[in-house]
């Protein structure tokens, strides 16, 4: 299986990114069983260690060396498996304040799901489609933990974003570019170095009737995009150097200029097609894009408001155990912290 079986939302993968999971060193003392004190939850020897051999179950079917306990290494994992923990147990805390929690039953059914969904309800095969994955059937459930919690906050925190067409309107003015098309022209021309040759070639168009243009094109032209295509293009108002732009939306359709002196040399334009005039999306086409752009942002802007917030409320409440300190603060997303 080439896909994750659990994937974040983004929207939750970046707000939480930035909001919680670190912690300062609290005065409170941790109890003999535990590696730290989240508030008045404890986080116990038997979780933490719990994921440090999960970690290392997966090392071994991987057949990777797992770090060695001592180690800058090992010291890393400890410190990214405690930034996990903490940041769900600050999340579970806070999100029961709010009326948020996620059950036993609810995780079970989630995993069920995938079970039955890609392995047939098999649970050696499924087990094994895990640890290809980098994740064991407890770290898996910790990920559906997570994922349900954030979701479900990120529900409750953003429920009442709202976005007014007073705002979409004056996005759409600031940005009113971006929904405009210049107007453009198809053309052909010839580039050369020198004046006296595009003389002799415009001399030479105009008693021809330009009807050897495009192999004169191929020839002599030195512009690598439209030589070997005779000369043709399709010009934009504002996009070519000014000398080239104002000739070329000033022929008539069919008309042949005189040479014309640009930065990059003399050119021989003539014009093929009518001028196709600029246009604008009008507000009404693009206003559902809008405001659903605006209320991701909005909604993205308040939760991480809300996970600022929510590291300053425990920035004092978070004790470690003797040896469990993080080596600095970790910023964790919501995903557990594999060997992967």
Known sequence: MNKRLFVLPLVLLVVLAAGCGGGGSG????PTDSVALVGNDTITK?????????????????KVTAPRPGT???????????????????????????????????????????????FKDNEKNFEKGLLDQGLTLDIYKLEWRSQLLSQAIYNKVTKNVKVTDAQ??????AHKSTYSTAASRGVRHILVNSK????????????????????LAKKYSKDPGSASLGGKLTVSKGQTVPQFDKVAFSLK????????????????????TDIKQAKTTPLASVKSSIKSQLLQQKK??????????????????????????PAATTTATATTPTTT
């Open 27 to 30: 005065k409170k003392s941790v």
């Open 196 to 215: 006296s040759l595009a003389d002799q070639l415009y001399a030479q168009l105009k008693a021809a009737h330009e009807s050897n243009f495009a192999s």
């Open 300 to 325: 993205s802007d308040a939760m991480t408001k809300w996970l600022d917030q929510l590291k300053s409320d425990f920035k004092d409440k978070i004790s470690y155990a003797t040896g469990y300190e």
């Open 253 to 272: 359709t069919g008309e042949l200029s005189k040479p014309v002196h640009t930065q990059y040399g003399w050119h021989i334009i003539q014009a093929l």
């Open 46 to 62: 038997v979780e933490f260690n719990g994921l440090i051999a999960d970690t290392q179950k997966i090392d071994k079917a991987r």
């Open 72 to 118: 800058a290494d090992y010291k890393s994992l400890e410190d990214r498996v405690m930034a996990f923990l903490v940041q769900l147990d600050e999340l579970g805390q806070k999100g029961k304040e709010m009326g948020v929690a996620v059950t036993d039953a609810q995780v079970a059914k989630q995993v069920e799901k995938v079970r039955k969904q890609y």
């Open 168 to 173: 979409i309107t004056a996005y759409y003015n």
